[in-house]
Each structure stands twice: as structure tokens, then as C-alpha cells.
């Protein structure tokens, strides 16, 4: 195998992000997540593994359908409290060099024209390191904080961020012309007025009638990262994402979500390989097997059912309180996170899916199953999924930290280096350039933001 | 005179913030600033000079009322492009350990929810170094950009203002009661779900049915600024700030807008001098009084009219590239910065104001005339504004940067400090605890936000 595997570490400005409880452990540093030196810490340790970034996760509102209210989200530190993920970023750029940040924004609430400053801000500071996660978000707690009474239609929503893309494309790669910024000392210039255009959109969701606020960033559109496998999400990845993250059980399952999107890709009219996909894994690693699997029966003596029952409550709509622990879970339209719907009915399909079987599944706190081995073990799990599930790379989850990424960092990597499997040093350029090995930093010329690039 | 004067070094994530065209000074690095090491380099500054922070101004939308395009504040970089100010804030936080923060965010056009959380998420990450500067917008470009065809009046702002900052109040102050956040790894618990609170809000700009998504920060409610001095204006900043920013053109004209805003604030219930008063000031200083005027006589040499022009013409609304140069300038009702407009119909009637007079003003690309003078001038200056304006401090802005401000630590610094006029080091704790040496970081019982707290 030739593909080098992208890694990042999954993280949250939270103290319980995916496998809840973890926080507990004696060890555990997480609480001191509204520290700077905590964020600073992991991306020094993640550069050092030479990652390829650090990806955040972010939720607008409260875990609260699990009992009808947000009360064990908040007991178990269940990603709730969250503070703001983009203000952490510039922390972690200035303490390394080549890291790059896939960040979590949702649309549904950030205004357009102030998010593209945003993000072209962070792609200035970082100089071409910014990545953006795209969601819509899924909790009618969300739209309460936001002054509606519930979140639009699962489906509506991804055909207002739709719209909500072009707009953003439009200031980022049409607003300003390249050679706009001229910085001419002598005659007194700074940039170009006759090269910078104001935006004319007028659409269904959005109006604007303006000049992007800030001059070309290294990357002007950042590394676009999408999350959602519903069937409509994974047409919105097809189209806009260059990194999509998908939630499946096991490599097989990944294949087929991966070629169905590969494949929906190649419909918009992009090349299969222009989105690189990405797996969860949490990994739980030991010098040997022994040490491995101690370190794993330590760490699960601290695995927050409730938080993990609260918060998958919410991720399905469905109030996993209110189900006798045997009885088969059945899909209901609601208007959650309709990914891991699918996900549950597909499974109920083969075999009941009760309260029980979600629950013994959750032995660190999360239904992302860890991996336990030595470096040779989870390396053989990681590459199975490459070549199983035509996986490019992996979001690894926070189990006890720091030390599970310092873990990774120390026993797992160099296995993969070894093995020709991970890079021995970090390529030159953006985010973009070193993700996807070409020499600029701008987006490729098949993807739809492309189509508003004025030439130079 | 035993109060020791506030500094903040002022400044813009821009390339011209104040004093037009000093860009094209041979030592200015302020092209720069889309770098993390340039604010990181201005942080240490200021935090090796004492000064008690530094001070962003920010602006949504650009400056296009001069010659009814935006094409002069392009050219001359006159706030336009202009960055996030926001997101240099943690780098500036990571390298200095004492040094405060006023950032300007502006409450039209930033969901309250949201803007909430990320003033939290700032406080948290600097320890209780954040401050707001409210701002509600002026320029019919930025509702532009927002989806609106024009901004709204003037005082009408104001009193979405007013609704929106009780909104914030009650997220920080009443949602997480004090003692809420427990951590407690044996029990298992993060918070006490029945010390977190859903705020519900039903007013007539906002609606809200949510917890606070950040656990209290240090200070809660962060340290408020506003510079509105608009009759509007003062009456938002008597009831809100804590800081006031002043635009006055000599101690005795500052001396009563300083009078009316700390009466008001008494009519409020508030001590008068629980708001402190910030004028700005531009300063020129040399070791000798010919190094300080040759400086100055450099500095001019670059001043950019055009620029200060545009930024002018949207401050007050008129084109001023359509009057005849000595034609008196009359009042005209716009929806912009009345502000500035009153001031200048102020003083329309003592003399007649033309664009010609106010060229003739702008020495180094700005209507705020520079101080120039030895650092014993300056300090006997700044003495004056303090004794006759009764002012609190100072907002510095750039001239040629870094320069300006070295200059001003190296130089001024050290004759206040002399002169009983500055201290020689930072207090302990808080932005709010250095600011009015309380030794709590929360907010003065008597000040709107308080009346949200809840008992311990």
C-alpha cells in the first residue's frame, strides 16, 4: 500500500467529548480544558507525533432527551459545559508549525458574512492551516438558545447550508481577485480597488450585497470537512467536503458508505479520491498486550453510562430512559441526527437492538468500540480499515488525557512509520498541500467553490 | 493626585486603524498583522510597559460614504481589509500573564447565545482578562453584508442593545449558580444539574430558552466598554459600562461629557466613578524636543488624506469629497455615528467647519491631533486631561507600529511612573480587580448585571 494514513487527533473544548467518564481517572487532565496551557500541551504532543491536525467537534445546545431534561449531561460533564472551539485554535497555531485544525462550525446560527471573516482570519494567522468541519446541528435545544422553537427539517437544513456554501465561496474566491493586495509602499496602495468586487447574492435564505472584510488567506477557502452519512448528508459531502468523516462499525461497513460516497463525488463531477474519508477510533495501547489490556480495565472503571446514554439519547432523538432494557429500539422519524438512525434501524434489521446490547457496548463511555492491543495490534486494526473500508485516515478520540494521545504519539507512530504507513515528517505548505500532496493551496478546480475563482 | 492613570495600547486587526497612510512608513510592520507574531510582539510590548491592555476596535462593513464607493479605503487600507478581532486575543493571552483585553463585538449582528459563550470561553482561557466593547453599528455597508438593505436607527439600536445585554447578564450571572461546578472524580460528578438554570427570555428582539453553554468564567460578566457618546450613547454607557471611551478635543470639552456620563450613571444608581473615562490619544515623543518634532515631521510625511477622509465621511455620514472646500458644513440627519455628528455641529457654531479646516487638522491621517513633545511634555499633557477632564485613561493608538508604542514604554512609561502617575506593577487578579482595585472579579452590586446574580 503507497497512501499514506492521515491522522487526527478528535478533540472538544469539553471536558466529556466522546467516552464519557474518562474525566474521572486520576490521571486525567481534561477538566482543565479552559486552561491555555491544556490546548497548548496537546498540539505541541500532536505536532510532535506529526499529526496531520487536531479536529474539533462542537454542539450548540444540551444533551436533554434522555430523561426529558439536560440534568445528567451536566452531572456527567457529557460535552456539556462547551466553550467556543475557534478560540482555542490560534493557542495551538502559535505553539507549533505544521499542525492543521479542522474546526466545527455549524450554519445554522453563524451568520455567513461574519463566519467567512472568521475563518479567513484563522487561515491568515495560521498561515493556511485551517480546516472547517461543516454541520447544521440537531438539537431543538439549539434553536431554543437561538430564539426558535425547533431546529428545520433535518433535510431543509442541508439545502439552506447549501446556499449558505455559495455564499462563503463567493467572498472567499470571487470577492477579492488575486493580485488585489499590492502593498505598495511608494504609491501609497494597499490594495487594489478596481480588483475587489462586492458580492451580489440575492437567494432564498440569504441576502448580502458586500465586499468580503478580509484580504485573500493563504488557503482563501479552508480544507472543507463534513461529518454527516445520512443519504442527504452524504450528498452535501459529495459535493462540498474534501475530508468527510463517517460513522461506522466496522471496516466492511465503511466500504460501502465510502464507495456510495466516492461515487456521489464522481456524480458532481469530482474526482472519487478528491474526498478523503475518515473513521473514529479509540485506541488503548500497551507496550504489550498485558500492559494494553491492564491500562484498559483501569480506564473502564471510570466509563460514564449515564453520559454516554444521555448524550447517544440525543445523537438518535430517542429517550433511551423511558425503554425496557430488552425491548427492541424502533425507528421513529424525528428530527435528530438522522445518521445514526439509519445507522440503528439498519442494524435492528439483523438482529434486536435494545437498551441492554447499546449499553454493554459502551465500555469506555461511548458506542466507538476501543481498540486494545500493542502498537503491532492496532496498526494491524488501522490498516485493515484502509484496506477494507478504503479508509484515508482516522479521528482518534481523547480516552484519559493527555495520555492516550501521548500514547499514540510514543508507541503507535513509530510502528506506522515502520511500516511505510504514516509520514516521517511533514510536507511542505497549507493544510490543503500537505493533505492532498499538490503545490497549491487553493481548492481543486472540480469542486464547486472553484467556479467563483476570477483568474489572475 | 493619587489615581494612577488606565492605559490601553489601541488597535484594529487592520492595516490603518487610526492614523491613515503610516502603513507606508519604511519601519512599519503593521501589513503585517495578519501574522501571529506581529500581536504577539504587541502584547509583550505592552505588557513589559504595564499598560493595562490592549484595546481592539473592530468594524463591520467598510467605509464607503466618500465618494459613494469603497474604492479610497481599499486603496489606502483605511480598516479595510480588517480581520476578526477576536481571534488574536489568545495569542496575545499565551504570551503575557497580566495584560487585559477590550474587544469590540457588536451586538446587531452577533446572536447573543453565541457572543455569550465565546466572551466565556475568553474569559476562561486568559484567567479573567477579558473586556467587551459594545458596539452596535453605524454603516449601512454592514447591514449589507447582513442581509438587510440598511441598518436601523440610531437609538433604536440602542434599545435592542439594552434587551440584548440583559439577555447576556442573565446567561453569566444566573444561569450557573456559584458552587454549580463540583468535579468531583469519587462522586462522579462535573456540575450539579440544580445550580444550572434555563434562562427564559421572551422580550421584544429576543427569545431564549436555554442554559449558558460555559460554565462562570472568572469574572462573569466580562469588564464593559462602550464609546458611544451620542446623548443615546451616554445613557447606554451610564447604565452598562464600566469603561467609557470619550472622543473629545481638549480636557475642557472632555470635562463635561465626563460630568454628564458619571451624572447619569448616578441617576442610574451607580457611583459616579464606578465608570472610568478613556480619552485617546496620539502621541509623538522623542528623548528631545527636536528628536520628537523630526519624528513627527517624518511620521507626516506619510499621512494619507484620502484615507482619513473615507474613514471620516462614514463616520458622520457626509461625502465630503462632494462639498466645496470652504463651504461650511451643515447638519444633515443619517443613521450614522451621531456622535460624531453632534460633535461637530458643536463646534460648527463657534467657527465655521469645512472640509479644508479638517484637512488642515489631519496631520498624521486622522482628526485626532498627535501630542509631540519630550516624555516630560507628554506625561505633563496627559496630567492635564486627567486634572481638567477629568479622565481615567487612555486609548493609544498606533502611529508607526511597533514603534509608537515602544517608544511610549521605553519613554513615557517610566516618567509617569516617576511622576506617582502609573504603577510600577500589575495588581493581582482580574482585568475587573486591577481596573478598580476590588478584590472580587464580579461585577459592582450596584451595576445592572448584579441584579441576576444568585446567593452562593
Known amino acids: 500500500m503507497s497512501r499514506h494514513i492521515h491522522i487526527y487527533a478528535f478533540d472538544m473544548n469539553c471536558v466529556g467529548h466522546i467516552n464519557h467518564g474518562m474525566w474521572r481517572h486520576p490521571r486525567d487532565t481534561s477538566s482543565r480544558y479552559n486552561t491555555m496551557e491544556y490546548w497548548a500541551d496537546l498540539a505541541r504532543t500532536a505536532e510532535r507525533g506529526k499529526l496531520d491536525g487536531i479536529f474539533l467537534a462542537d454542539i450548540i445546545g444540551v444533551y436533554d432527551v434522555y430523561k426529558g431534561d439536560p440534568s445528567t449531561a451536566i452531572a456527567s460533564g457529557a460535552q456539556t459545559p462547551v466553550n467556543d472551539p475557534l478560540l482555542i485554535v490560534p493557542i495551538m497555531a502559535y505553539v507549533t508549525k505544521h499542525l492543521g485544525f479542522g474546526v466545527t462550525v455549524n450554519t445554522t446560527y453563524e451568520p455567513p458574512y461574519l463566519l467567512a471573516r472568521r475563518l479567513s482570519t484563522l487561515d491568515h494567522l495560521t498561515n493556511g492551516r485551517i480546516g472547517w468541519n461543516i454541520v447544521t446541528g440537531y438539537l431543538d435545544s439549539a434553536a431554543c438558545g437561538m430564539g426558535l422553537s425547533a431546529q428545520p427539517d433535518h433535510d431543509a437544513r442541508y439545502d439552506v447550508a447549501d446556499e449558505y456554501m455559495d455564499v462563503l465561496y463567493r467572498l ?57 452519512s445520512s443519504t442527504r448528508g452524504r450528498q452535501f459531502a459529495a459535493r462540498h467536503a474534501e475530508c468527510a468523516f463517517i460513522g461506522a462499525s466496522s471496516p466492511e461497513a465503511a466500504a460501502s458508505i465510502v464507495a456510495d460516497i466516492r461515487a456521489k463525488a464522481v456524480a458532481a463531477g469530482r474526482a472519487a479520491r478528491s474526498v478523503k474519508l475518515f473513521s473514529g477510533l479509540s485506541v488503548v495501547v500497551g507496550r504489550t498486550e498485558k500492559e494494553a489490556y491492564d491500562k484498559f480495565e483501569d480506564y473502564r472503571r471510570y466509563a460514564d453510562i449515564e453520559g454516554a446514554l444521555a448524550h447517544y439519547s440525543s445523537s438518535i432523538g430517542i429517550d433511551l430512559s423511558r425503554l425496557d432494557p430488552d425491548e427492541p429500539i424502533t425507528y421513529r422519524k424525528t428530527n435528530a441526527n438522522n445518521s445514526a438512525l439509519e445507522a440503528i434501524t439498519t442494524r435492528s434489521a439483523d438482529s434486536a437492538w435494545t437498551v441492554r446490547r447499546i449499553i454493554d457496548q459502551m465500555v469506555l463511555g461511548s458506542r466507538q468500540k476501543p481498540v486494545v492491543g500493542t502498537p503491532e495490534q492496532i496498526v494491524e486494526v488501522m490498516r485493515r480499515w484502509v484496506e477494507i473500508g478504503d479508509i484515508d485516515g482516522f479521528n482518534l478520540p481523547r480516552t484519559v488525557a493527555p495520555e492516550s494521545l501521548r500514547d499514540f504519539v510514543d508507541l503507535v507512530v513509530p510502528v506506522l512509520q515502520e511500516q511505510g504507513l504514516f509520514k516521517h515528517d511533514y510536507a511542505r505548505g497549507s493544510l490543503r498541500e500537505k493533505l492532498f500532496e499538490t503545490d497549491s493551496p487553493h481548492i481543486d478546480a472540480a469542486h464547486p467553490a472553484a467556479r467563483f475563482r476570477r483568474p489572475a
Open 172 to 228: 472567499w474566491e470571487e470577492s477579492w481577485e488575486d493580485g488585489a493586495v499590492r502593498v505598495d509602499r511608494m504609491a501609497g496602495v494597499y490594495a487594489d480597488p478596481s480588483k475587489v468586487r462586492p458580492i451580489r447574492h440575492e437567494g432564498q435564505h440569504y441576502r448580502l450585497d458586500a465586499i468580503h472584510l478580509s484580504e485573500p488567506s493563504p488557503q482563501r477557502t479552508p480544507v472543507l470537512y463534513q461529518a454527516g
